[in-house]
């Protein structure tokens, strides 16, 4: 509480126990119990009166947050009551991974205690780009790991723990299904720290345990295994598809979709209904994808959903089918849901930069290229550095520069091979640069023969036996 006197300091912190107190007497809700200290205190802040609500100290509130990284197989970083001063009190901003731990640790929404995402319109508000789930917070936080959590640490002890409440619990039980839920979200947050084989593998190892445990189950633990089996079948069609195995996404998304419809788990049945649109229109099935964009929307959500609908299921199609002002209809109503959501991390996830991608590729596909040009542009300020979001928006742009700018396109292409690994080349990302190949195939600049020859020395994501390259 700056400017705030520590005889103010004592005389706040004793009337919101009081007022806690008395709101927990009177039964009431949380979030209720913190407007009213609010209202009471003016002085207090949304992340200061969270706390206070539930009657934690900055310590314990330490302690909490600590325990949220460590049950996720993270080191928690090095907050310290000081920091957590300045974060209550608007003095420091936290880290995106911050925000997301501390939200969870204090059963909250970002948007509730006062640490909603950048505004995902403003180019200010975006710029620095957020960091993903698990990246390292180089702002306020001293972390006492040297390196993100690695696949060979962090990932298999994941499948590990599922395991061993497996064993604990053959026939399920809530906590199991507590686990499950905990692993999905691991999953989804990680999803592009990892090479889509690797990724794979543990994710279906993970679904065959909850498998084994949903067979012997109650009703009511079958019941939240079944949504969780179905995330996970979700997370492998996705996988499958990075892959560039389109049968297999479909399989998955298809189980996905129906585990959704089964446990009623809308938010699940719309996102499979969009990743099904997605492997349609990459097999150039323009009917399907509309369908399945379309039967997404009747399940999607309002708000950030219906967003995340439209501009990736619905738009791609509509764009190829040269439905040029239905797709107009589509950008309009979905920018002006983004402008006031709030960002969603994680693969299930939606956010500014994902959405400006698909928009730029859509007037990319409507041969608009200046206007592909600069959308492009604001996904990549919107997206961290060397991410896949970062590659697929790079990529977007060298395809809408190639006619004018062969040379300039071509260098962009290069700096992504340059910078990500193979393995870590998504099939969405290969397809592109296979487009940008064929598009400077006559160019005669040295960096497009260039690119011409890496292009063709770069091995593929699977071998013809099948293992990942």
Known sequence: MGGVTRKRRAEIQREASRIRAQCQREGHAQERIVTTLRSALPELTALEAWRLALGWSRPQAIREVAAVYLADGLLPPNLTQALLCRYEHGQADPGDEYRLMISRAYGARP??????????????????????????????????????????????????????????????????????????????????????????????????????????????????LRRQVGWLSALLGNLAYHLDDRAGARTHLTLAGALGESTQEKALTAWASGALAMVATARRDWDHARRHAE?????????????????????????????????????????????SAAELPGRFGYDRAEHRLHVAEAYLTLERCDRAADVARESIAAAPAETPAWVAATLVLALAEAW?????????????????????????????????????DNSTTASATELAERLRTLPAPIRADGTAA
């Open 295 to 339: 039967y997404g929307l009747q399940h999607a959500p309002e708000g950030l959903r219906r967003a995340q609908l439209l501009g990736w299921a619905l738009l791609p199609a509509l764009a190829a089918l040269q439905r040029t002002p239905e797709a107009d209809d589509v950008v309009s109503e979905s920018d002006e849901i983004m402008r």
């Open 111 to 224: 948007d509730q205690l006062g640490l909603a995402t950048r505004c995902l319109w403003c180019s200010t508000c975006a710029t620095p780009p957020p960091l993903h789930y698990g990246q390292h917070q180089r702002e306020e936080m001293n972390i006492s790991r040297k390196e993100p959590m690695t696949t060979a640490s962090g990932l298999p002890a994941i499948r590990e723990s599922v395991q061993w409440a497996v064993l604990d619990a053959p026939g399920g039980s809530p906590a199991l299904v507590a686990l499950a839920e905990a692993a999905v979200e691991h999953y989804a947050f990680n999803y592009s720290k990892h090479p889509p084989a690797v990724l794979l593998e543990e994710v279906r190892g993970t679904r065959n345990l909850l498998s084994t445990a949903t067979a012997a189950a109650d009703r009511e633990t079958e019941y939240g």
């Open 404 to 440: 004018d700018a062969p040379d300039q396109a071509a260098n962009r292409a290069l700096g992504v091979l340059d910078l990500i690994p193979p393995p870590r080349l998504r099939a969405t990302a290969r397809n592109r640069l296979t487009r940008l190949g064929r598009l400077l």
